[in-house]
């Protein structure tokens, strides 16, 4: 039994690594949205964030303060540079927070679609760290598909939208990230998503 286990987890594994390795991530389809849907997704774009988060209990503080190192250590190989990691990571927290998204997701998701390259287009013209259409910029942004490549906008619009996908799903995060990767119903993205969501849980 335990050697079958650990069978299926090598299995596993190796198809995660297999996807990473041939992700063509950020596939998102338009889809018709109701006017209340829209303005409420623009609102949520444009509304202003703070320069740094704001806690009311000490313990609250620490405890971020904990994860960003940790996560900061983590991001080495990506991201050289101590003060970009720790931009990215304040921001990425940031925008995950309000859209009510676990910043362990966030990354996950991050490390599939782009590999955190800032600048990164997908064969089907997704841009930025969170690989998003160019249609979301027409549809509640400015319509300036270029602004997707500003991390916080990128990371902005990329956690409004898989929040909307989850309300969609109704909480299903497995349709939901495949809703997002434009591949909703199939394995292979979301198992990806949450392979990299645990190595980035503090």
């Known amino acids: 039994m335990i050697a079958r286990r650990a069978l299926l987890a090598t299995t596993a594994g190796a198809a995660c690594a297999a996807w990473l390795a041939t992700a063509q991530a950020g596939a998102q389809r338009e889809e018709p949205l109701a006017d209340a849907v829209r303005t409420a997704l623009s609102a949520a774009i444009a509304a202003a964030a703070p320069p740094r988060p704001a806690f009311e209990r000490t313990d609250d503080r620490l405890a971020y303060l904990r994860w960003l190192s940790a996560a900061s250590e983590r991001l080495k190989r ?23 998204l676990e910043p362990a997701l966030v990354l996950g998701l991050v490390q599939v679609e782009s590999g955190f390259r800032k600048y990164a287009i997908s064969s089907a013209g997704a841009r930025g760290y ?25 990371l902005r619009f990329g956690c409004v939208i898989l929040r909307h996908y989850l309300d969609t799903e109704r909480g299903d995060l497995f ?28």
Request: glycine fraction near 10%.
């Open 78 to 100: 990506f991201k050289a540079e101590g003060h970009v990691r720790v931009e990215f990571l304040e921001t990425l927290w940031y925008e995950a927070t309000r859209a009510g």
């Open 175 to 202: 349709m939901a990230l495949g809703r997002y990767n434009g591949s909703r119903g199939q394995a292979p993205y979301p198992n990806a998503v949450l392979a990299n969501r645990d190595r980035w849980r503090v």
């Open 130 to 154: 969170m690989q998003v259409m160019p249609f979301w910029a027409r549809l509640i942004g400015d319509g300036d598909p270029a602004r997707l490549f500003h991390m916080q906008t990128n």
